[in-house]
């Protein structure tokens, strides 16, 4: 590898921020112009000053063992389970379901609309391309969400499907490929494509489950050293999908060969980490873990999108050959997603199996299928002297599929990413709900009464002159009276909407209460986790415009491990086993300080500026009779662990006066170093001995 390798790398990495830039000014999807600048790439590098840009250039094992795992890593990280839960079954049909319809109807209709343009293509060919254009890329879509503010929900079953078909599509590109490879013999072939099918996908998983949950323990053990819990991260991606693959080569059962989908391995693994590893992560590292691989995901997608524009002004095939071809499979291909769609939602619409998917969703849902980098991948793995006995044309399957291949990923950027804000704003799909109207209203107001605030600290310290004072005053409280003129006559009965509001609020501030909490050790994994998907529910809950709790004493989820142990210990004939004592008692006692916390804060709102927007005295009497009834049935379970236990209680306050009192100190003499009251050297020595203490 020679130094102009390396000048091209970052060559190409100065271009993409550029683009970046462009991408921001223009508010059009980075993707698209990466893909442009690389096509622009082309003739430029054709000169000898600017040659060096060709040094470096995408193959199949960079791409595959160092690119993707990243991308898929980015993606699972943020998955929360409870929302692949609540969505499972539209995520799941998509998914699989959605592409293997995708696959046959592109394989069949694409094979079809070759050989009315005079292309004799064999089956295999448009299947094979079928399984690799029907996986979607979320990248340019998600952003364009939300910017454009898509309901939640439409944006987290498109992603789910995004990262789940990722893996049916590459399994089923690898069955083809083992077809090619072996030739089709009838009906055992078919046998053995499922079985191979089937096992990438559950063997992917099962590995990946057991790798996720491993380098959580691994993380646990390391915590507190920050560069080795980022590092242990980097290498859950990496080593689950190499060691899949290594796996894949080598495990033979009972004679028969056995493959695991190295994409769904690194999914699962990688969700594992974000849902169970990030509890077990230093404070600061799992604030830090999203920016670190939203970076790392950001260069992996320049470098592979800037790329795919060099190879389509690169193309093996004469463009005026391949021409016809793109287009007529662009459009089977179109065709091919929107039936896709249909089908597999009108199964989980007409079955009920969840909330129902309107019409304009799956409009939407047809349209803004992108396609990206894990479509190159799989074209970059054929190998170049892939070749059937029937193949006649005068360019190889590779560079026909890659042909047509390239020529879908750009109409998916170049036209369908460029008018989904069209069609969000044509559906309707942004349109505001209730709560949301009104506070935009509310929020307006609020912030024009900060600026006449400040407007008068600024005349009482001089800064601006009276008659400035005055004519900005009259401006902004204008403007104030105007918005709350207006949010009272859009919502003439608009208590409800505010005690959502106010609801929201709350849970918000519980939520990030209770990350403190568990920062400073006052409550274990379990309990944390506990109290969150509790939290979480809620808000889902009062989102959807329904009641926040069902009762007082509703019970939510049992303890996350205990459902496992039980099963067993039943398998067994033992009794089930119950939460500990201690975990019970910090559970409460966490509950007990948020539902404070809670009170503490709707007590004062009547007299603080948030009044603006929560002014409405029956909403805030509805919502305080809710936490204060909440409060004295959590300190009711409290006491009756402390009657039964009272040792415990002791010996809980002691350890939280122990680590109330640690991170005081800690405080303190990081205050007195910041402010340079202590040197660095007293600083540390000071640590040290406190410390020992």
Known sequence: ?????????????????????????????????????????????????????????????????????????????????????????????????????S???????????????GLNVPIFVTLMFGAIISSTDPVAVLSLFKDYGAPHRLTLIFEGESLFNDATSFALFMVFLDIFAHGYTGYSTIQQAIFSFTTMLIGGGLFGLLMGLMFSKLIQWVSGNEHLEITLTLLVAHFTFILTELISEHLVILGQEIHLSSIIATSISSMVMG?????????????????????FAFVANSLVFILMGKMFANLSIELKVAFLPIMVMISVVVIARVVSVYLSVSVVNTLKLEERIPENWQKLMAWGSLRGALAIVMVLLIPDDLNLPNWTLPFSIKDFITAITIGCIYFSLLVKATTIGFFIRKLKIDVLSSHEKLSYFKTKALIYLDMLNKLNYLLATKEISADQHKTLSVYY???????????????????????????????????AELKEIFRRGEINEAGYKKILNMLEIQVARVEQGKKQLIAINEHFTDWFYLPFINFFRRALFLKPKQPDPEEVYLYYRAQYKLIAKSIEVLSTIEHSRLYEIFDDKQALDNVLTVFKELQMWTEDRMKNKIQSNQKLLDRLNRQTVNNLLKESLSLTLTDLHNAEIITTKLYISLKKELNAQ
């Open 1 to 101: 590898m020679n130094i102009d390798v390396f000048l091209s790398i970052f060559t190409l990495l100065f271009i993409a921020l550029i683009v970046n830039l462009v991408a921001i000014k223009t508010r059009m999807p980075y993707t698209v112009l990466l893909v442009i600048a690389g096509s622009l790439l082309v003739p430029l590098s054709q000169m000898k000053a600017f040659s060096f840009i060709n040094s470096f250039r995408l193959t199949p094992e960079s791409l595959f063992f160092v690119f993707l795992p990243i991308l898929i890593f980015e993606s699972a990280y943020n998955m929360k389970l409870r929302n692949i839960k609540e969505n499972k079954y539209s995520m799941g049909i998509l998914a699989i379901f959605g592409l293997l319809i």
């Open 103 to 117: 696959t046959v109807f592109i394989g069949f209709v694409g094979q079809w609309a070759l050989h009315e343009i």
């Open 275 to 295: 849902n169970f590893g990030r509890f077990k992560m230093s404070h600061g590292v799992e604030k830090y873990m999203d920016k670190f691989w939203s970076y």
């Open 477 to 511: 409280r204008t403007l104030h009276d105007q918005h709350v003129d207006e949010s009272r006559q859009v919502f003439a009965d608009s208590s409800h909407v505010i005690e959502g509001m106010l609801r929201l609020y709350v849970l918000g501030l519980e939520k």
